[in-house]
């Protein structure tokens, strides 16, 4: 199985999960790059462990620190954007784990593409934002998109061996998030640290957030809807508490196949890094006697309009959904930072995609454009969601 990666985001929640999957394949798997954003410290320890050839860090001054640090074998040291798509397209890496937050991964992950690599895909920011543009490139250089993200993995592995024309619809589930039992006054009154307390899965912050709105679920909506290439109408979403099914696939003779799990990322990043096998590991299983009842509830929108705001802006098309993506990383980014409150997510989001004339068929400029001004704009609006 030997294979050589390069990682995206290695310092992130999905990266460090990464290297630690990798380090239980023994020498099978050899890291040839890394890619961080400000914690050249963690990169450090990591450049110790796993030896790769090239790294980039978000910024040059910590590029800097980093290459003063005396090593027996020094990496090449990159920064900035340019240094990300360094690292995308390292000559001899098969696959790059696209771990990064945010639209900051469309960029690098169209130069992996255009260099004709496999994409373990976590970054699912970057489907969102340009979802037409990386299939389409993924098909015309013949490289495979492997989900990471625990509900496409799950629908990618009930989908193995059945022919598309089969598929009546993708059940996507969702945890509901640490605030799905409160009240609308409730949830206007919440905290970063009560949506950063997620009670099924430990990730980075932003996503935390995302899982808190069920923005998470809208980005996701659109995500499968470019992964599997189905319609808008065969993707359904329902909350299931437990994370236990990771998602579902109708198929037309009304069979349903599920994929199970802990919720633990490791496991469908072990096999996107194993694909197109399977290999054994040591993970922790499912209990089946300690494991009680499995629930389902429909998601309200009136709550949590995130949701309903990205399938719009998905159906939308165009530049719609970078938009949504990038007002939504601004607004979190404030609700993270105490600027606003928990409903001024989905307010600023709601209010940019107002103000947003959408460009049809857009091009990378164009989406990268639409991105910036809906930066622009979100900055501009935020005050009225202040707490
Ligand atoms: P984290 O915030 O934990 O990690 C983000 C990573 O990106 C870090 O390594 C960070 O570096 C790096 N980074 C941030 N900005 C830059 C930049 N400008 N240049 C280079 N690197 C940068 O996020 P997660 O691991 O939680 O999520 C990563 C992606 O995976 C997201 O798209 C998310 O939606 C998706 N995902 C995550 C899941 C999870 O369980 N965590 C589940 C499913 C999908 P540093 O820390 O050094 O600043
Ligand atoms: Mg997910």
């Excluded at 050249?40 to 980093?66: G, H, N």
């Excluded at 255009?114 to 250089?141: P, Q």
Aim: one cysteine or more.
């Amino acid at each position: 199985m030997y294979k050589k990666v390069a990682i995206l985001g290695s310092t992130g929640s999905i990266g460090r999960q990464a290297l630690e999957v990798i380090s239980s394949f023994g020498g099978e798997m050899q890291v040839v790059g890394l890619a961080a954003g400000g914690n050249w410290q963690l990169l450090l320890d990591q450049v110790k462990t796993f030896r790769p050839r090239f790294v980039s860090l978000a910024r040059e001054e910590d590029a800097r620190m980093l290459a003063g640090v005396e090593l027996e074998m020094p990496p090449e040291i990159y920064w900035g954007q340019e240094g990300l798509e360094r690292i995308a397209t390292i000559t001899e890496a098969e696959v790059i784990l696209t771990a990064v937050s945010g639209a900051v991964g469309l960029r690098p992950t169209i130069a992996a593409l255009e260099a004709g690599k496999d994409i373990a895909l976590a970054n699912k920011e970057t489907l969102v934002a340009a979802g037409s543009l990386v299939m389409d490139l993924a098909a015309a250089r013949g490289s495979r998109l492997l989900p990471v993200d625990s509900e496409h993995s799950a629908i990618w592995q009930c989908l193995r061996g059945e022919s598309p024309a089969w598929v009546e619809a993708l059940i996507l589930t969702a945890s509901g998030g640490p605030f799905r039992t409160l009240s609308q006054e409730q949830l206007a009154r919440v905290s970063a640290d009560m949506a950063l307390a997620h009670p099924n899965w430990a990730m980075g912050p932003k996503i935390t957030i995302d899982s808190a709105t069920l923005m998470n679920k809208g980005l996701e909506v659109i995500e499968a809807r470019w992964l599997f290439d189905v319609d808008w109408e065969q993707i359904r979403v329902v909350i299931h508490p437990q994370s236990v099914i990771h998602s579902m696939v109708e198929f037309v003779d009304g069979s349903v196949m599920a994929q199970l799990g802990l919720p633990d990322m490791r496991t469908p990043i072990h096999l996107a890094l194993t694909y197109p096998k399977r290999r054994g590991n040591q993970l922790p299983r499912l209990n089946w006697l300690e494991l009680g009842a499995l629930t389902f509830e429909p998601p309200d929108p009136g709550r949590f309009p995130c949701l309903m705001l990205a399938i719009e802006a998905g159906r939308r098309g165009g530049t719609a959904p970078a938009v949504l993506n990038a007002v939504n990383e601004v607004a979190v980014n404030a609700f993270l930072n105490r600027q606003i409150c928990f409903n001024g997510i989905p307010g600023t989001v709601s209010d940019v995609l107002d103000l947003h004339t959408v460009i049809d068929y857009p091009g990378l400029e164009e989406i990268l454009a639409a991105d910036r001004w809906a930066r622009e704009a979100a900055e501009k609006i935020l005050v009225k969601y202040s707490r």
